[in-house]
């Protein structure tokens, strides 16, 4: 992930959100600043949600939320709801998140 001249590296896994997201690669999207914890994006077209759902958010989680079909990265302590299916991990050190502006064009690549 570009985001100005930072750089964010990331690890999708094998759910079926993940592999969607993965074939409109390379793409660059629209990101907002949520309450200093995460950043998120609105996508144009729901993904092939199949879950398994979950409510053990951790900084760095990658996420999906589908009731708004949108990706989220989370980089702060925070609760979680019950419709997210995480897609993967950032694997940079999550303090780059602090320095960018509240609202970040973020080009995504496959490696």
């Known amino acids: 992930m570009t985001a100005g001249d930072k750089t964010i590296t990331a690890t999708l896994n094998d759910s079926q959100v993940s592999q969607d997201f993965a074939a409109t690669l390379p793409v660059t999207l629209p990101w907002f600043r949520n309450l200093d914890i995460e950043y998120i994006t609105e996508l144009d077209a729901p993904m092939t949600e199949t879950g398994p759902f979950y ?51 973020m080009r995504i690549e496959a490696a």
Not at 66 to 83: C, G, H
């Open 55 to 105: 409510t053990d958010v951790q900084p760095g989680d990658l996420v999906y939320y589908n009731p708004l079909d949108s990706i989220t990265i989370i980089y702060e302590e925070t609760s979680s709801v019950p419709t997210l299916t995480k897609m993967g991990e950032i694997t940079s050190d999550l303090d780059v998140f602090d320095d960018l502006p509240d609202n970040v064009k």
